[in-house]
């Protein structure tokens, strides 16, 4: 009896343990599953978060942003202030290459009004009659501007786009700088001015083959001088150094 009573105990003793082992067992498959969904669902926030911060994960497909295009640009106004020694601005360089062009100043066209600028002013002033005092005011930058020379000039540029120029080594583009000449050399620098606005550029071309017109502008050039609307008009210029 006693020994039947030892085996019933034992049984369920182990029925016992086996269901323990069993429940156990779920118990840590439930673990498992539900961490496994949670690290899922974590991967997908951290990969969408990543593409669209730029970080890792699987970014949209998309087309590679263009290049911004450069900036035109810009002519530069001169007369609209008082210049005098110790100033510095875009102004400068081309009061610079005024009295450069008359050979009354020597060296580059740097944008600070210097020493020799002003004794170059000063011989300037002196030969159109007014006040030596070495200082670029209205009346001095006006018989400056009055000075320089009058041509025709016109622009081109659109729909020759990609293609050399006669002077070789420059692609025209929208953006370049340059003015076609018909017997200046290549590289030649020109200062050109409308409407008392001018520019700085290098003879890159050659043209414009109308006669009784002196320059043909890229539109970039021509656009920085405010020419573009005109078509075609009278500017004053200045060689500042000739090409080789």
Same mark, same amino acid.
């Given at each position: ?60 497909? +998309? %087309?590679?942003?263009?290049?911004? *295009?450069?900036?035109?640009?810009? !002519? #530069?106004?001169? $007369?609209?202030? @008082? =210049? &005098? ?65 009058? +041509? %025709?000039?016109?622009?081109?540029? *659109?729909?020759?786009?990609?293609? !050399? #120029?006669?002077? $070789?080594?420059? @692609? =025209? &583009? ?71």
């Amino acid at each position: 009896m006693d020994r039947s009573l030892r085996l019933e105990k034992m049984n369920k003793e182990r029925k016992l343990s086996e269901s323990a082992t069993l429940l156990g067992a779920g118990v840590v498959a439930c673990l498992i599953i539900m961490m496994a969904a949670v690290i899922f669902l974590l991967g997908i926030k951290t990969s969408s978060a990543g593409a669209a911060q730029g970080g890792v994960g699987v970014a949209p497909l +998309s %087309e590679p942003a263009a290049p911004a *295009p450069k900036p035109a640009r810009k !002519g #530069t106004r001169f $007369g609209s202030r @008082t =210049l &005098r020694e110790g100033m510095k601005g875009p102004d400068v360089r081309v009061l610079k290459g005024i009295v450069r062009s008359k050979r009354l100043l020597a060296g580059g066209l740097t944008p600070t009004f210097d020493r020799p600028t002003t004794s170059a002013v000063r011989k300037f002033q002196r030969s159109a009659r007014i006040g030596r005092s070495g200082v670029v005011n209205p009346r001095t930058a006006k018989a400056m501007i009055g000075s320089l020379k009058t +041509s %025709e000039a016109s622009w081109y540029g *659109p729909g020759l786009y990609g293609n !050399g #120029t006669a002077c $070789g080594k420059v @692609t =025209l &583009r929208p953006a370049t700088i340059g003015v076609a000449n018909k017997n200046l050399p290549c590289g030649t620098r020109v200062l050109i001015g409308y409407r008392g606005k001018f520019i700085i550029a290098p003879v890159i071309d050659r043209g414009p083959y109308i006669a009784g017109r002196t320059w043909d502008l890229t539109k970039a050039a021509s656009d920085a001088i405010g020419l573009t609307g005109a078509g075609v008009a009278r500017v004053r210029h200045a060689i500042l150094k000739r090409g080789k």
